[in-house]
C-alpha cells in the first residue's frame, strides 16, 4: 500500500508540473500573438463597374474598400470620356477629360482632392488651347489663350471707370464700372488678390446688370486707404474665366 501510496504521488506531482508548464506556454503564446500587428482587408480590392441598363458607365480602382488607383467614365457608346487617379481616396495627379474622337481636352492637376497647378486645354488636333492657374482650389491671374495657329491671344477688356463725387453734399462717392469694350460677360468684385489667388470669400461682390456696375463708398471720418481695388471676372470667348485687376485712386481717405 504504501509503494502504491508513493507511486500515486509521484504521478500527480508529475502532472501537476506538466499542467503549470502547460500554463506558460499558453501565456507566452497570447502575449505574442497580441504584439503582432495585423491589417484586415476592410473592404474590396479590384476595379468595380457601374452600369446603366446594359451600359458601363464608370470603373473605380479600390484598395481595401477605398479608392486608390485609376478611375474611367466612358460616353453613351462607350468611348472614354474621363479619367482621375486616386490615393487613399484622394484625387492626385491629373484629372482628364476626352473628346468623342479620343483626343484630350482637359487636363486639371490635383494635389490631395485639390486643384493646384495649372490647367490646360486642347484643340482637337492637339494644339494647345489654353492654361489657366490654379493654387489650392482657387483661381489665380495666371491665364493664356491661343488661336488654333499657336498663337497666344491678346488684347482683353480692361476695366473702365467713370466717377460721380457726392463726397461735400451726400458723403458718397461712386464708382461706374464696365468694361473698355461694352462686354456685358462680367462680374466685378471689390478687393483684392489673396496670396495672388481669387478668392471670393475674402471680396465684396458688385451688383453687375448688363455688364454694368457701381460701387458705392461711404463717408466715414475715420483715416484708411487712399485706394480701392476692384477684380473683374470676364467670360471670354472660349469660356474661360480671365481675370483683371485695377487699383483706382481716391481722391478722399475716410471712404468704405
Request: with cysteine.
Amino acid at each position: 500500500m504504501k509503494i502504491l501510496s508513493a507511486s500515486f504521488l509521484f504521478l500527480l506531482a508529475i502532472l501537476t508540473i506538466a499542467g503549470c508548464s502547460g500554463k506558460g506556454s499558453a501565456k507566452k503564446n497570447t502575449k505574442t500573438e497580441n504584439d503582432t500587428v495585423l491589417v484586415p482587408d476592410t473592404g474590396y480590392t479590384g476595379i468595380k463597374q457601374y452600369t446603366s441598363g446594359q451600359r458601363v458607365i464608370k470603373e473605380v480602382t479600390f484598395k481595401n474598400g477605398v479608392r486608390h488607383g485609376l478611375m474611367k467614365s466612358f460616353y453613351q457608346g462607350g468611348q472614354l470620356y474621363q479619367t482621375f487617379w486616386y490615393k487613399n481616396g484622394l484625387r492626385e495627379d491629373s484629372v482628364t477629360w476626352y473628346y468623342l474622337e479620343g483626343q484630350i481636352f482637359r487636363s486639371t492637376p490635383y494635389k490631395h482632392d485639390t486643384v493646384d497647378g495649372i490647367q490646360k486645354q486642347y484643340y482637337r488636333n492637339g494644339k494647345l488651347k489654353a492654361r489657366i492657374g490654379y493654387s489650392k482650389g482657387l483661381r489665380t491671374p495666371y491665364f493664356e489663350e491661343y488661336y488654333t495657329d499657336g498663337k497666344r491671344i491678346k488684347g482683353y477688356p480692361e476695366i473702365a471707370t467713370s466717377i460721380r463725387d457726392e463726397y461735400s453734399s451726400k458723403g458718397l462717392y461712386n464708382i461706374g464700372l464696365e468694361l473698355s469694350d461694352k462686354s456685358t460677360k462680367v462680374k466685378f468684385y471689390q478687393g483684392e488678390f489673396t496670396d495672388n489667388r481669387f478668392d471670393t470669400a475674402a471680396c465684396k461682390k458688385i451688383i453687375t446688370v448688363k455688364g454694368k456696375g457701381t460701387l458705392t463708398l461711404k463717408k466715414t471720418g475715420t483715416p484708411g486707404k487712399d485706394y480701392v481695388g476692384v477684380i473683374a471676372e470676364i467670360v471670354t470667348d472660349f469660356g474661360n474665366r480671365y481675370l483683371t485687376y485695377k487699383k483706382i485712386a481716391l481722391p478722399y481717405n475716410d471712404l468704405k
